[in-house]
């Protein structure tokens, strides 16, 4: 307001999720809402929080609790971007790339299994991220609000993962670490049911540990973990609305799984 920024006026954020998820929610709430564009510098930002229109802040250090639906107009994405970016950060987005390939696709989970050097930016790479983000782009297209289920799928990997981030004050691990062990643990999860077969479950972990995600439960604090995930978006009437795989590339919701389940997965990680 101090700018005198009006209803026609475009607000545009340059940089990783944060930015992008604070310029989203400044352009949702202005004034009701003005048009806003990204331009995400993080691979992260560029495989996940700039597709699909939600925009949140946390609160109280619990992920996304404030936040709005509002599509940004535009979304550029510049591959060169990425050239400064730390290696832990260049890892923590591809979490975010092999999680649509295991809700999805198992065929793009065998080309990223069979990358040489995923550091090195070369055409099978860049087909490889956009193959990737088309599958994230697909879904919320038909399920802008998360209303007919499809855009739940998403959130594989994050009902723990958003949990870890929290317990751990939103310092120890980047948000892709924090999703590929909550990953971990739906697969787990998804075997201990004997829904996920063991040779899934085997490469589930296999492709993480290839991309220097974390795949080790060393020093989580498994109760303030469930506390927290009471607050999750996806819990309705009191329960879990987990997501798992039925195989690579498969993935459904199940909400009926009780604590006991929980807790013999959590002991045999």
Known sequence: SSEQADRDDILIGIGGGMIGDIAGYVAATYMRGIKFVLIPTTLLSMSDSSIGGKTAIDVNNIKNLVGSF??????LSDLRSLDTLPQRQINSGWAELIKHGFIKDRKLLDQMIN?????????????????????????????????????ILLNYGHTLGHAIEAS????KYTHGEAVSLGMVFAAKLSNKLKILSDNDYNFHVQILN????????????????????????????????WVLLKSLGTSFTKNDISEDILMETVREL
Do not use: M
Request: proline share 3%; with cysteine; glycine share 2%.
């Open 115 to 151: 990358i040489k050097d995923f550091n090195y930016l070369n055409e099978e790479l860049i087909s490889i991220i956009k193959k990737s983000i088309k599958i994230k782009a697909d879904i919320v297209s038909v399920d802008e609000n998360e209303k007919y289920g499809q855009r």
């Open 210 to 241: 290839k991309f220097n995600l974390p795949t080790d439960f060393k020093d989580i604090n498994w109760e303030n973990c469930f506390d927290l995930i009471k607050n999750d978006k996806k819990v309705k009437d009191g329960k879990i609305n």
């Open 70 to 75: 509002h599509n940004p107009s535009l979304v």
């Open 168 to 171: 751990t004050n939103l310092n």
